[in-house]
């Protein structure tokens, strides 16, 4: 488990495919100081398992810095941006959070569930407003002001614009999303130079996913006319009775035992 706050930039020394994987030889520093063997680490936000580094006080030539390597199924490659890499890009670097630790983004599990495309960067002074389209379907979980992660940067979504569709199937514009970029996000993980039409991991907020799947059989029954009625919520928690009036005490006098009387 990730927050989505990047520890340093690494870059990639080598990129070695095989016929339905690869391995990531990745420079860094930081993310090293504690390694070991089978150890995660998030690269662009995906989950990967250390599988060799460098040993402590020597460094790689390629990098002039330790280096680790990974291995990336080809699930993990369909479903992310990792099979777009090459040598000497920067990529963002995070360690698994421990419990003792502040949760400075939001829970991030490092499991993407699709690719964006930047679509649109508007540079201010002291900010940079960035413009992403959404696979299909992703959408539905993102809310204003709600959490998302961008190549394992955990943003906040400024706002949403659903899908706009010109009737064809498949057809019309993909639903996008917004996020504000400050100044040191833009100088300390890869988002500050990430161009128009770049692709980037998503993952979107892992409660709206957990919550969709627990309401859905409830419901589909709602939806379907079985047991609606009012708070009630077939096959969750059963009728929802409403809760007992707090005892309001009669008008009169009211009497404290072994105090006297008064009102």
Known sequence: MFTGIVEELGIVAAVTEHAAAAELAIGCSAVLEDVR????IAVNG???????FTPAGEVDPRTGTR????????????????????????????????????????LVQGHVDG??????????????????????????????????????????????????????PGGGEPATFTVSLIPTTLADTTL??????????????????????????????????RGAGPGRLPGVVGRLEPAPPFPVPPAGPVVLEGKGAGR
């Open 67 to 106: 280096v680790f390597t990974a291995d990336v199924m080809l699930e993990t490659l369909r479903r992310s941006a990792l099979g777009g890499l090459a040598t000497g890009d920067r990529v963002n670097l995070e360690r698994p959070v421990r419990l003792a630790d502040r949760l400075g983004g939001h």
């Open 115 to 168: 690719v964006g495309t930047i679509v649109d960067r508007a540079p201010d002074e002291h900010w940079e407003v960035v413009r992403i389209a959404l696979p299909a379907g992703l959408d539905r979980y993102l809310v204003e002001k709600g959490s998302i992660t961008v190549d394992g940067v955990s943003l906040t979504v400024v706002d949403v614009t659903p899908p706009a569709s010109d009737g064809s």
């Open 46 to 52: 995906v989950c990967l398992t250390v599988t060799s």
């Open 37 to 40: 063997h089978g150890a995660s």
């Open 192 to 225: 500050g130079s990430r161009q128009v039409g770049a692709t980037v991991n998503l993952e979107v907020d892992v409660v709206a996913k957990y919550v969709e799947k627990l309401a859905a059989p409830a419901l589909g029954q709602l939806a379907a006319g």
